[in-house]
């Protein structure tokens, strides 16, 4: 998981907290940076999680092109090898 996205999730729980907070004490300006906060946390989750499977993708092309690097390998010594009839 992607540092980002834990920061995110924390930004969107204190963001909450702090607009309810405002919401409950009558102070708007609490309110709007709480969801200011909170905003900016879901992006950073967003970010976060296309990192993840930017990464992910990235893995599995690396593991996939290392099959086919030994399926290649096994098929041209078995090419490389003459059959007398």
Do not use: F, P, W, Y
């Not at 204190?14 to 409950?24: F, T």
């Amino acid at each position: 998981m992607d540092k980002q996205r834990v920061k995110g999730a924390i930004d969107e729980v204190v963001g909450n907290a702090k607009r309810q907070v405002g919401g409950l004490t009558g102070n708007t300006g609490t309110q709007v940076r709480g969801a200011a906060q909170q905003i900016k946390g879901k992006v950073e989750t967003a970010v976060g999680k296309v990192k993840d499977a930017a990464r992910d993708a990235k893995d599995n092309a690396a593991a996939q092109h290392k099959c086919n690097q030994k399926a290649g390998a096994g098929a041209a010594r078995l090419s490389s090898r003459k059959i007398a009839i």
